[in-house]
């Protein structure tokens, strides 16, 4: 029997569940996820969502954070989209029931984090925002949304450029086909590219690989955000500690009790997270352990009750104070490229979320955009596709096309994987390394494949291995230090604040662009 859908949806996360949300009334959407329906980055997400509500705040500072943050890298037109209708769509989920954290006086409770001059970030139980968030969304949709989880959709059906459905790989190893006129990559980014990372397991680049390897074009892949306090014990990252906590009063130090941040940037803790973190990777070279002070935050186990726990969980003892941070991979900047309803450069496919790249985040994603994101840009895409009547001849849906021939494959582990892109495409990069990094993965089969022949683990480190290559030949063309992309070799911007965005597809060498930046 053949399964058509109005509406196909890759993933669980906010962004997807946001789109399924709006469109479950008009479409017959079915959702895949190759774990369970919790298990995403958004539902681990411990910051909050930004958003200017007070009235002592405008989006147009939001917005101006955004670009400082973001080292003027943004596109300019989706940023004003993202933060401009931020205020409309969060109104809009408060009136539906989402519990927000509110203060003794029943008002709204608006934290301050990274980049932000104000306090913009709304919360929920303190630290779990992205837990309660994506389990109020999941109730919205779960009676009246396909939710198909344990089923891995590993490739998309092509027929003549124009995605039709995707190709599923359920957890017994059984090959399914699903069509649709519709199809909603939201994946998430490839955090376990790394060896350190915030991300879920679950997260190693499928979405941005599978829409790459059918031609789909990928923007701005040199960008990987490292966020700068992820907890570290016994030589593992163990969760997050959000930046919430440092506005909240606490403080990074290094072993020799040195508040290292000071004379660094004028935010001190709260600069962006790209300042951050390489200056607690410099701090680690030299030999320093770096702790997060958490003694001026006022009653941290209520006030933080999810990092709290996590820390017992894992034998590190709050009471001390001190608690032990690394810098771990966090945010994929880059990805799909898409405008602001979530197009792609391929007919009949759709992106959002951490998976897509819509210019918003920059060089450098300011604290708590990322779930807006998936909200405003959930809400937009939901909104182009809700009266849309693009329907596929039943004659196309007979057999896709198919560039992937290669039978035996030679591919390395995951943890090989990690090594290497930590050494070579980490917080600090250069030539020589990424040279090394590039001339390493390409000693691998991940073009030309014979996906289907593939074993869930396998396909996962050939994800693993495009995006890797993806990140680090956009790595080596950007010869230049921005944002979250750091070159020793090349330790400043180029030609003052130009918008110099790197693209690319399978059957097309890399493109630069260079795009006057209109603030």
Known sequence: MMKMYDVIIIGSGVAALTVAKRLCNHKNVIIFTKSEKTASNSYLAQGGVAVAIDPADDWHEHYQDTLVAGAFHNEPQLTKQLTEGAPQYIAQLIAEGMPFDKDADGKLSLAREGGHLKRRILHAEGDATGKVLTTFLLKQIEKQIDIVEHEMVFDLIMKDSQCIGVKTKASDGRLNHYFSSATIIATGGCGQIYQYTSNAETVTGDGIAMAFRAGATVSDMEFVQFHPT????????????????????????????????????????????????????????????????????????????????????????????????????????????????????????????????TGVHGANRIASNSLLEGIVFGNLTAAALCYSNQELPIATLEAGDSAFHRGQIKLPTKQEIKQYMSQYAGVIRCESGLTILKDWLENYDFFDIATDALSTEELEIVNMLTVSWLITTSALHRKESIGSHFRSDFPWRSGGVIRKEITRNFFQEQIIMDKELSI
């Open 230 to 357: 992820v907890l570290y014990q016994a030589g593992k990252t163990i969760g997050l500690v959000s930046e919430a906590v440092r506005g909240e009063g606490a403080f990074l130090q290094n072993s020799k009790g040195e508040r290292f941040m000071d004379g660094v940037h004028e935010l001190k803790d709260l600069a962006p997270r790209d300042i951050v973190a390489r200056a607690i990777y410099q701090e680690l070279q030299s030999g320093e352990l770096i702790f997060l002070n958490i003694s001026n935050v006022e009653d941290f186990e209520h006030r933080f009750p999810s990092i709290y726990q996590l820390c017992v969980k894992n034998g590190i003892d709050p009471t001390t104070k001190l608690l032990p941070v690394i810098p771990g991979a966090h945010f994929m900047i880059g990805g799909i490229k898409t405008d602001a309803s979530g197009k792609t450069s391929l007919k009949g496919l759709y992106a959002i979320g951490e998976a897509a790249c």
